[in-house]
C-alpha cells in the first residue's frame, strides 16, 4: 500500500499520512505565500479551524489561530487549548478577529 502526504481523500489502496497538527501543511503553505510575495515575516495572519491540532500549528507557526466550533470539538475542547479567538460559527467572524 502506498501512501498520499498531504491529500484529504486518500485514494482506494492508499492511506493517508497527516502530519501531527497539520503543521507540514502550514509551513508549506507559508512558504509558498512568502515566495509568491502575498505576504512576508510581518503580515498578519490566521490560520481558522475547527480542531485543537489546528489550534497547535497555528501556534507552533507563530501565527494567529482563530477556532470555529463547527466540527467534531466542540467550544469547550476548542476553549481548552487556548486558541486566540474562539466563535460558534463563521457567521460571527469579523476582520478585526482575524487580524488582532
Keep these: 500500500m ?3 502526504r498531504g491529500s484529504t481523500s486518500p485514494r482506494p489502496g492508499r492511506r493517508l499520512i497527516r502530519p501531527s497538527g497539520g503543521s507540514l501543511l ?3 503553505a507559508l512558504e509558498h ?3 509568491q510575495g502575498w ?8 490560520l481558522v479551524g475547527d480542531h485543537p491540532n489546528d489550534i497547535r500549528a ?5 501565527v494567529r489561530s482563530i477556532a470555529v466550533a463547527t466540527g467534531l ?3 469547550d475542547e476548542l476553549a481548552a487549548h487556548s486558541p486566540d479567538v474562539l466563535v ?5 467572524l469579523s476582520v478585526d478577529m482575524l487580524l488582532g
Excluded at 58 to 62: I, L, N, P, V, Y
Excluded at 88 to 92: E, S, T
Design 2 to 4: 502506498s501512501e498520499i
Design 26 to 28: 502550514v509551513r508549506i
Design 33 to 35: 505565500a512568502r515566495r
Design 39 to 46: 505576504i512576508n515575516h510581518a503580515s498578519p495572519v490566521a
Design 58 to 62: 497555528a501556534r507552533a507557526h507563530g
Design 73 to 75: 470539538a466542540g467550544a
Design 88 to 92: 460558534p460559527d463563521m457567521r460571527v
